[in-house]
């Protein structure tokens, strides 16, 4: 496993605090805690002060935290876990304490509020805003589950079947997943057969595979923390059409077309629209209705988004998704997507599944 500097990123986040004129910084997301201290136990809390480091967690994780190799204090706590916060945030004499105001439920909030005195300081570009410049050691663990997935994927398409079921090819993906070493799914697997691939996250169900049916994955895993994201839309035995040829190049020339938009700099409103350009111009605009692509790090959706109304600049160490779509209700759809990182000369895309129209 890589080794992550979380000392260096608990570093980071102070000198953010002191540009916010901050104190100290508490967090009870999942994400953001592993992010600065490697803990990931589904219940946590942060706080970081200007001295301090405290990880705040139950019983359940007292073992797993003492093993913790980052610098943070482990604190196993009884009772209400956010009093105990607001208790250590009043006990540290913070003044100004900052939280990601989209990562904490309001009666949380209230709970530190009733405890805690000071000023609470919502400052959502925090340690989120750390994790989309992705260190080299992250973008290997993404890269590593992009692999994962993509290898699992590549072992179920060898055992397709006519009649085999949405809900078994999923099932059997995942349980490949963890066979190969992955932690889980990134996200609930998306496997459509036939006209059901026009729905952009639909569900998979019982129906059984057909000669002449698309086959649309969206799927990724877990591994050492990191996410991945990958879909292909195939097709079973024969191409149901030429309608759907046509899409498909469409939708394979929009992806082409914004992947190589992609390097530092870039405005991601840009990246859309490369992506949007083709398929409007082909007629398909309206069967495109979601944005071209999300980051990806410990969660599979992260920022900066990738879409029409975005407006974030890309830089070296950012990892996103590129995939564009076009469903046609009734009839189908197509998706492509691939991982791609920004890097100092431009990017690398990290899914190596063939884009080529794939007859199983
Ligand atoms: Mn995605």
Redesign the pocket.
């Known amino acids: 496993m890589d080794a992550f500097d979380y000392d260096r990123r608990i570093e980071l986040l102070r000198q953010q605090l002191a540009e916010h004129e901050c104190d100290a910084f508490f967090s009870v997301s999942p994400p953001d805690n592993a992010y600065l201290t490697g803990f990931f136990g589904s219940t946590s809390g942060v706080l970081i002060t200007r001295g301090e480091a405290l990880l705040l967690c139950d019983f359940r994780y007292a073992e797993q935290a003492s093993l913790l190799t980052s610098g943070v204090t482990p604190v196993i706590c009884k009772g209400s876990f956010d009093h105990r916060l607001g208790e250590h945030l009043l006990h540290a004499g913070v003044k100004r304490a900052a939280f990601d105001p989209g990562c904490i439920t309001v009666s949380r909030y209230d709970t530190i509020k009733s405890v805690f005195p000071g000023s609470l300081n919502p400052a959502p570009e925090l340690c989120r805003k750390l994790r989309e410049i992705k260190e080299p050691a992250e973008v290997n663990c993404i890269r590593a589950a992009s692999r994962l997935a993509e290898e699992s994927l590549e072992c179920v398409l060898g055992t397709v079947k006519c009649g085999m079921r949405e809900n078994e090819f999923a099932a059997a993906l995942e349980f490949e997943f963890r066979k190969r070493g992955a932690q889980g799914p990134s996200f609930d697997t998306i496997v459509l057969f036939g006209a059901r691939s026009s729905l952009p996250h639909g569900k998979p169900e019982s129906n059984p595979l057909e000669i002449g049916d698309i086959v649309l994955v969206d799927c990724g895993c877990v591994l050492e923390g990191y996410c991945s994201?990958l879909t292909r839309t195939f097709v079973f035995g024969r191409i149901p059409g030429t309608w759907f040829s046509d899409i498909y190049a469409y939708v394979y020339r929009a992806q082409s077309n914004a992947l190589n938009s992609v390097c530092s700099g870039a405005n991601t409103r840009d990246v859309d629209k490369a992506a949007r350009v083709v398929i409007e111009s082909a007629g398909y605009g309206a069967q495109f209705g979601h944005g071209t692509g999300?980051a990806v790090g410990l969660e599979v959706h992260e920022n900066p988004r990738v879409n029409a109304e975005s407006d974030s600049r890309l830089a070296s160490g950012m990892v996103i998704?590129v995939?564009p779509g076009i469903y046609i209700p009734g009839q189908g759809g197509v998706r492509i997507?691939d991982l791609v990182s920004v890097t100092d000369d431009g990017s690398e895309v990290l899914t190596l599944t063939s884009k080529e129209l794939r007859i199983l």
Request: no cysteine.
């Open positions: 994201d999300h998704t995939e997507e």
